[in-house]
T-cell receptor, first 109, second 114 residues
Framework: DAKTTQPPSMDCAEGRAANLPCNHSTISGNEYVYWYRQIHSQGPQYIIHGLKNNETNEMASLIITEDRKSSTLILPHATLRDTAVYYCIVARDGQNFVFGPGTRLSVLP | ETGVTQSPTHLIKTRGQQVTLRCSSQSGHNTVSWYQQALGQGPQFIFQYYREEENGRGNFPPRFSGLQFPNYSSELNVNALELDDSALYLC?????????????FGPGTRLTVL
């Protein structure tokens, strides 16, 4: 079973920030938080990952709470092309991912 | 683009047949993982190969088997196909070894079993 829980769906207005939450209350000290997204029928696309510090790259920001029991993926200016299923995964060494059902994000015009 | 390719894109087989799916990893990536994604669900881990040896397996029967070759290519073989094997099959490559790693997925092969 996946070690994460995510809301099944979210809507976001185009141009606004999309904030996708993830709970991982049983995360171990050496497990990372990974985020991927999957646009319909394509392979999952890597977005970002982190251990305990907040991370930012050209796609998104990852905010991890101090107790590491939850995190938020932030897409700062959502576009229609960001409509996808977003998966939050915890894994020790980036291997053997256990995917949950993810969050279906719909970006609305 | 992730540099991970898969073939074929689509495949139709009948129950009881055997199928081989192929994956070409990013150059330099020693690890390849295979996932099965049924419609409407998240990908499920099948197994992983590291330097041509199986290095972890999910809850899949032995009729799912694999090979990894020195040229960064790999295969997923499924024998005695069942209707429930219809799914998108994804491979993902990563550096492997001691690295804290990131997996890069290919576009997948859509298998339909009739």
């Amino acid at each position: 079973d996946a070690k994460t829980t995510q809301p099944p769906s979210m809507d976001c207005a185009e141009g606004r920030a999309a904030n996708l939450p993830c709970n991982h209350s049983t995360i171990s000290g050496n497990e990372y938080v990974y985020w991927y997204r999957q646009i319909h029928s394509q392979g999952p696309q890597y977005i970002i990952h982190g251990l305990k510090n907040n991370e930012t790259n050209e796609m998104a920001s990852l905010i991890i709470t101090e107790d590491r029991k939850s995190s938020t993926l932030i897409l700062p200016h959502a576009t229609l092309r960001d409509t996808a299923v977003y998966y939050c995964i915890v894994a020790r060494d980036g291997q053997n991912f256990v995917f949950g059902p993810g969050t279906r994000l719909s970006v609305l015009p | 683009e992730t540099g991970v390719t898969q073939s074929p894109t689509h495949l139709i087989k009948t129950r009881g047949q055997q199928v081989t799916l192929r994956c070409s990893s990013q150059s330099g990536h020693n690890t390849v993982s295979w996932y099965q994604q049924a419609l409407g669900q998240g990908p499920q881990f099948i197994f992983q190969y590291y330097r041509e040896e199986e290095n972890g397996r999910g809850n899949f029967p032995p009729r799912f088997s694999g090979l990894q070759f020195p040229n960064y290519s790999s295969e997923l073989n499924v024998n005695a196909l069942e209707l429930d094997d219809s799914a998108l099959y994804l491979c993902a490559s990563s550096l492997g070894g001691i690295y804290t790693d990131t997996q890069y997925f290919g576009p997948g092969t859509r298998l339909t079993v009739l």
